[in-house]
């Protein structure tokens, strides 16, 4: 098992809560029982699926998901299943968030930096939009804009994270999409050296500072809904040796100047807003972009490419019992469309092989997925 | 005990059709014991590993081990005590059913 293991000092990275000897038996526990629900208990929920999806007339539905999750919420195992599934999120958060109380002082003088590279720019009135407070996503809670004007809760992101992703992200610094968003950069413009490098959507900055790393003499920025979390990605990104400028900003309309950016990128950010969001997004990304500028907006597989209905069923259960906000909508849509609606040229939708190191890493993109976690869907555009 | 600092309940708990709130407190409770007690044997095997380290008895001491009769009599009791506590509603259950079906007849309510 890679990621997270049972030895503490794999556990390490400059700012992240260490747990102690039971404290990580506990977060391992989660990790497990995920994986037992997901790889014991929901293949044989798929099996049952597969036969009754065969009951079910080809021309009486226009709408074969609904139809499948009707038949299975009549299935006992199946409400088990489910109810377990979303507790396993709910144990996720309450053991990660133990483990970060009990070391808060220590983690709020880790943030206290004497002469930082990058910057923090907390809007004290902000309002986060109605898709991030209608309901706390992945069930966190509190939420991604939760602040209480310390760092706890970017720390209880970063460390359940890791868990969150068992170990399949990068392990502790669970940064794999921010290298293959890099990657891919370097898959479709090797020659561009940007100056200026926006992260939109940045959470605890685990994908901005790999584009610090790529493009050390740029210029980046990150910006997120979160006070909480952004304190923490500042002294998270200061302590891993990035210089990066946090603001807390909306991705739909942010306060920096049209054509300031020579790259600007999201990474599994759109399918936490709203249709009209994402449309906004990819707007404003093509706003802040000088020419010769690229976008890049990095996603979870898109639904198509699952292939069957259980896979379809299972993806919309996810998004509504771990609070999903725009799941169906940016898996769904038809990005080549909407990135030529927002004025992009040079085009490309696809999947851009998991990179560790976006500089060492095979400049692999194609059309089709290698699959979860191995490959990630990519739209990229130009100005 | 760390006063808790961060909220604990997520907001929008959708409800799972055909799950009652019953079922849900339940099952979270189990997965919670679940948890506890896989905590409670990796510290007995660190415990263990750490006193085979330190040579303070042997890697099979735990293995062989014979309590002499005040201890087996000590552990009956922790175990009958487990027992009563972790199976105390099915025993409430019972002495319920029990008590209804005992109850003299009713003579309004017999034909």
Redesign the interface.
């Known amino acids: 098992m890679s990621g997270i293991v049972e030895a503490r000092a794999a556990q390490a990275h400059s700012m992240i809560a260490l747990p102690t000897?039971?404290e990580l038996?506990?977060q391992l526990?989660?990790r497990d029982?995920k994986l037992f629900v997901a790889q014991t208990l929901e293949p044989v929920q798929q099996q049952i699926a597969t036969r009754l999806e065969a009951t079910i007339p080809p021309q009486s539905t226009n709408d074969p998901v609904a139809a499948l999750r009707g038949q299975m919420?009549?299935v006992?195992s199946f409400?088990?299943w489910?109810?377990?599934k979303?507790?396993?999120q709910?144990?996720l958060?309450?053991?990660v968030?133990?483990c970060?109380?009990?070391q808060?002082d220590e983690l709020e003088a880790l943030a206290r930096i004497e002469n930082p590279k990058g910057s923090l720019t907390i809007d004290p009135d902000f309002k986060a939009p109605a898709y991030i407070?209608?309901?706390?996503i992945h069930?966190?809670?509190?939420?991604n804009a939760?602040d209480?004007g310390?760092l706890?809760?970017g720390a209880?992101m970063d460390r359940g994270g890791a868990v969150y992703m068992l170990g399949r992200n990068g392990g502790m610094l669970n940064d794999l999409r921010g290298q293959t968003a890099m990657a891919h950069l370097l898959t479709i413009a090797p020659d561009l050296e940007p100056a200026r490098i926006l992260d939109m959507g940045c959470g605890i900055g685990t994908s901005t500072v790999p584009a610090a790393q790529c493009f050390p003499q740029a210029e980046v920025h990150g910006i997120d809904v979160g006070g909480s979390m952004l304190r923490y990605a500042h002294a998270r990104a200061e302590h891993l040796g990035a210089a990066i400028h946090f603001s807390r900003q909306n991705a739909e309309k942010t306060s920096f100047a049209d054509a300031s950016f020579d790259v600007v990128y999201s990474c599994a950010t759109l399918h936490e807003t709203s249709p009209e969001a994402l449309v906004n997004i990819l707007a404003e990304s093509r706003r802040l972009l000088r020419p010769g500028g690229m976008a890049i907006h990095l996603e979870v597989p898109l639904l198509h490419t699952f292939g069957d209905l259980w896979q379809e069923l299972s993806a919309e259960l996810e998004a509504?019992?771990n609070?999903e906000p725009n799941w169906r909508g940016a898996l769904s849509v038809d990005y080549g469309q909407l990135m030529r609606a927002a004025g992009f040229t040079d085009v490309r939708t696809g999947y851009q092989a998991t990179a560790f190191n976006a500089r060492t890493a095979p400049k692999k993109f194609g059309d089709t997925s290698d699959g979860v976690f191995r490959s990630w869907f990519v739209t990229s555009g130009k100005v | 005990m760390t006063a808790q600092r961060l909220p604990r309940t997520p907001k929008r708990l959708d409800a799972i059709p055909g799950r009652s709130a019953h079922d849900e407190q339940n099952l979270a409770m189990i997965v919670s014991l679940a948890s506890e007690v896989t905590i409670l044997r990796a510290r007995l095997d660190a415990c263990e590993r750490l006193l085979i380290a330190a040579n303070i008895f042997s890697p099979h001491a735990v293995d062989t081990f014979s309590p002499d009769p005040a201890a087996q009599q000590a552990r009956e009791h922790m175990r009958l005590h487990s027992m009563n506590k972790i199976f105390r509603p099915l025993q409430e259950a019972a002495l319920a059913d029990l008590a209804v079906l005992s109850q003299p007849a009713d003579p309004e309510t017999q034909l």
């Open positions: 000897h039971d038996v506990e526990f989660v029982l919420e009549e006992e409400k088990t489910l109810s377990l979303r507790e396993t709910r144990q958060w309450a053991a968030e133990d970060v109380e009990r808060a407070t209608h309901g706390d069930l966190m809670p509190g939420g939760y209480d310390s706890l809760q209880v509504q019992y609070n």
